[in-house]
C-alpha cells in the first residue's frame, strides 16, 4: 500500500482496477478485437462497440 493513501481509498481503487481488467479480458475474448484485425481506426472502433453491446446482452 501506499504511504499516505487510506486503505478504503486503497480497496475502491483495486476494485476498479480490477474491473477494467476483467471488461478488457471480455472483450478479448474476441478475435477481431484482440487482434485489432480492422486497418481503420472507425472500423476497429465499430467492431469494439459491436463487441460490448454482445457482452452487454449476454449479461
Known amino acids: 500500500?501506499?504511504?499516505?493513501v487510506p486503505a478504503a481509498e486503497h480497496q475502491?481503487?483495486?476494485k476498479l482496477i480490477y474491473k477494467a481488467e476483467r471488461a478488457i479480458s471480455r472483450l478479448?475474448?474476441?478475435w477481431a478485437v484482440?487482434?485489432?484485425y480492422a486497418k481503420r481506426?472507425?472500423?476497429f472502433?465499430?467492431?469494439a462497440t459491436a463487441?460490448?453491446?454482445v457482452?452487454?446482452?449476454r449479461t
Open 1 to 4: 500500500m501506499e504511504p499516505g
Open 12 to 14: 475502491t481503487f483495486l
Open 28 to 30: 478479448e475474448q474476441f
Open 34 to 36: 484482440a487482434a485489432r
Open 41 to 43: 481506426g472507425y472500423v
Open 45 to 47: 472502433l465499430g467492431t
Open 51 to 53: 463487441a460490448v453491446v
Open 55 to 57: 457482452i452487454w446482452l
